[in-house]
T-cell receptor, first 114, second 113 residues
């Protein structure tokens, strides 16, 4: 069966420090991968999505970047965190090419920038 | 611009009552529409998924409807329970965008005893 792992679950980082959040998927190949952010009391905002290794689409200009070094690995990074980067980050995957493809979410990372 | 709008933003109902959440979208060409339930601090969990040819889909006490002509969907919750308290998110994907999911802002449902 397919599973998605996202870590860490919580993270407190000082302003100006780097960030690396990792997401891996098991039990499938060539998935679509997504990074979302949910600010407090707000809906989910798509940050990046990837349809293949090295293929990253950015949805909003920001202080973050994403990389997909392997088929089932998606990394969210920042060189210097801002206070506004605080939020709940979710990784998700779906099967590419299926109209009824389900999207599965990780359990999220609560990031607090102090 | 592809958008998904949900209403109401928040809703409070008494346990045992029914409620209906609304979702309007402008995503085109439409591929599918999903409803998710998100508990606080957790990842969203899928309730239903529908393509343009499906009008209704049920999952236990949850029933979703879709009108692809008017680009509207609703999620009806029957006989609400305290555990239904959560954020309900409407998500639409377009055919030509590699499976990108477009999220609504969600409806925050609170079920009171």
């Amino acid at each position: 069966s397919q599973t998605i792992h996202q870590w860490p679950a919580t993270l407190v980082q000082p302003v100006g420090s780097p960030l690396s959040l990792e997401c891996t998927v098991e039990g499938t190949s060539n998935p679509n991968l997504y990074w979302y952010r949910q600010a407090a009391g707000r809906g989910l905002q798509l940050l990046f999505y990837s349809v293949g290794i090295g293929q990253i689409s950015s949805e909003v200009p920001q202080n973050l970047s994403a990389s997909r070094p392997q088929d089932r690995q998606f990394i969210l990074s920042s060189k210097k965190l801002l206070l506004s980067d605080s939020g709940f980050y979710l990784c998700a995957w779906s099967v590419a090419g299926l109209r009824q493809a389900e999207a599965f979410f990780g359990q999220g990372t609560r990031l607090t920038v102090v | 611009k592809n958008q998904v709008e949900q209403s109401p933003q928040s809703l409070i109902i008494l346990e045992g009552k029914n409620c209906t959440l609304q979702c309007n979208y402008t995503v085109s060409p439409f591929s599918n529409l999903r409803w998710y339930k998100q508990d606080t601090g957790r990842g969203p969990v899928s309730l239903t998924i529908m393509t343009f040819s499906e009008n209704t889909k049920s999952n236990g006490r949850y029933t979703a409807t879709l009108d692809a002509d008017t680009k509207q969907s609703s999620l009806h919750i029957t006989a609400s329970q305290l555990s239904d308290s959560a954020s309900y998110i409407c998500v639409v994907s377009a055919q030509n965008q590699g499976g990108k999911l477009i999220f609504g802002q969600g409806t925050e449902l609170s079920v009171k005893p």
